[in-house]
T-cell receptor, first 113, second 112 residues
Framework: ETGVTQSPTHLIKTRGQQVTLRCSSQ?????VSWYQQALGQGPQFIFQ???????GRGNFPPRFSGLQFPNYSSELNVNALELDDSALYLC????????????FGPGTRLTVL | DQQVKQNSPSLSVQEGRISILNCDYT??????FLWYKKYPAEGPTFLIS?????DKNEDGRFTVFLNKSAKHLSLHIVPSQPGDSAVYFC???????????FGTGTSLTVIP
């Protein structure tokens, strides 16, 4: 059984640019959540996708957007990058039940210069 | 506004002893709590959970205690092993909610 994978592992962008991060969910999981983890902080919920629809959103501006595909993989897009967007971005997948544990990928380290 | 707080950034414990990690929350609507463990360069991995209808849940060496009146939960690891050295996050969610709120983490070091 393949776990949650994310790509790229890390990348560097400059302020104002746009970035797309990718996530492949664990087999059988149809729900994907994205988190931002700034240095020294816990993961903060960005949004969740369930069956290709956004299913909840945290306190993040609209320049953070996402997609989920029919195979349940997902993308996180961030437009107009700001320095404070530098963080570890974590993707987590879970099965139909939303009350259980989430399975996290290793994350993408984004640095904005 | 941090709704889940872990006030101890780090903890050192001797191998074989008990490790106690603490977590406080402010939202009385939280009804489901989890602990995750994170090693460097890896994503968090689920450790143990507890529902608000319980005050204790045990899984091997790991026990989570929930005190709803104090809005406090703790994770006990007995006996502690060097492989337990990691960052531990507590997380909470609201009934029927899908958003998990995480604390800032406690770095546990188990000294051989």
């Amino acid at each position: 059984e393949t776990g949650v994978t994310q790509s790229p592992t890390h990348l560097i962008k400059t302020r104002g640019q746009q970035v797309t991060l990718r996530c492949s969910s664990q087999s059988g999981h149809n729900t994907v959540s994205w988190y931002q983890q700034a240095l020294g902080q816990g993961p903060q919920f960005i949004f969740q996708y369930y069956r290709e629809e956004e299913n909840g959103r945290g306190n993040f501006p609209p320049r953070f957007s996402g997609l989920q595909f029919p195979n349940y993989s997902s993308e996180l897009n961030v437009n107009a990058l700001e320095l404070d967007d530098s963080a570890l971005y974590l993707c987590a997948s879970s099965p139909l039940s939303q009350r259980g544990e989430q399975f996290f990928g290793p994350g993408t380290r984004l640095t904005v210069l | 506004d941090q709704q889940v707080k872990q006030n101890s950034p780090s903890l050192s414990v001797q191998e074989g002893r008990i490790s106690i990690l603490n977590c406080d929350y402010t939202n009385s609507m939280f009804d489901y709590f989890l602990w995750y463990k994170k090693y460097p360069a890896e994503g968090p991995t689920f450790l143990i959970s507890i529902s608000s209808i319980k005050d204790k849940n045990e899984d091997g060496r790991f026990t989570v205690f929930l005190n709803k009146s104090a809005k406090h939960l703790s994770l006990h690891i007995v006996p502690s092993q060097p492989g337990d050295s990691a960052v531990y996050f507590c997380a909470a969610s609201v009934l029927a909610g899908n958003q998990f709120y995480f604390g800032t983490g406690t770095s546990l070091t188990v000294i051989p």
